[in-house]
């Protein structure tokens, strides 16, 4: 079978199961640029990369409307390289990290699109805000000294187990962040995506209210790192 084929028939069959005014996100990690570009000719422009380095080594081979989310942890010693580069920063996981974002989109000229990680799976190692932790940020108004930030939404994994009524929930107690963090800053702006749901558990986060999917696997496959 022609691997590349294979992209744009999995890109088709997983539109058709999701409803309008949900966006996708093709998570494209790991995965060469010419399965990207098979995804492109299949109409899908937002892609996901988890990697500073990978994801700017990937920019000049995609056509100039392909638009980069950046999902993974992102270190401090590279934000300066991605910002300008990523249309939204999925993943951010710490006030500092969103401050230094901030810091060195206004030394750049631009304006960042970010959401804030929120952690409710049940692993340890996944990072993020806790959804009180979150709350307190908005509560205490503490994105009005953002000069060159816009903080869109938030972004948050279920934790990783077949229990489909445990990863509900999860997906269920993210979407309830967003409209608590709402209830406290009611003057927000342009607060309205949740990312949530990747190939495993996206139909479920969907019906949870998620506006934004990651997916990667159901698309191109298995990875190899
Ligand atoms: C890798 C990754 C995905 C995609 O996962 P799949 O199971 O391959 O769909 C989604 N979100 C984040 C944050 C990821 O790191």
Redesign the pocket.
């Known amino acids: 079978m022609d691997a590349n084929a294979d992209i744009a028939q999995n890109i088709e069959a997983i539109r058709h199961t999701i409803p309008a005014g949900v966006e996708m ?1 093709a ?1 494209s ?1 790991f995965h060469p640029v010419d399965r990207l570009r098979a995804a492109y000719v299949a109409g899908q422009r937002i892609f ?1 990369e ?1 990697r500073v380095q990978e994801l700017l080594d990937k920019i000049p081979q995609m056509p100039a409307d392909t638009r980069w989310h950046f ?2 942890h992102l270190q401090t010693n590279k934000v300066r390289h991605l910002v300008g580069h990523a249309s939204m920063i ?2 951010v996981d710490s006030e500092r990290l969103l401050e230094l974002i901030d810091r060195e989109s206004l030394r750049a000229g631009v304006v960042s699109r970010v959401l804030m990680q929120v952690h409710v799976a049940a692993e340890e190692t996944k990072f993020g805000f806790s959804p009180d932790e979150l709350i307190g940020y908005f509560e205490r108004r503490g994105f009005e000294s953002l000069q060159a930030t816009h903080i869109c939404g938030i ?1 948050g ?1 279920a934790s990783n187990t077949d229990d489909e009524a445990r990863v509900r929930a999860d997906f269920a107690e993210i979407a309830r962040t967003h409209r608590r963090i709402l209830e406290a800053a009611p003057d927000l702006r342009g607060f309205d995506t949740i990312s949530m749901g ?3 558990d ?1 139909p479920i986060a969907i019906e949870e209210g998620a506006t934004l999917v ?7 496959g298995h ?1 190899e790192y």
């Open positions: 996100v998570v990690k996901g988890s999902i993974g999925e993943s972004m994994m990747m190939s495993g996206y990651r997916i990667g696997t159901a698309i191109f990875r």
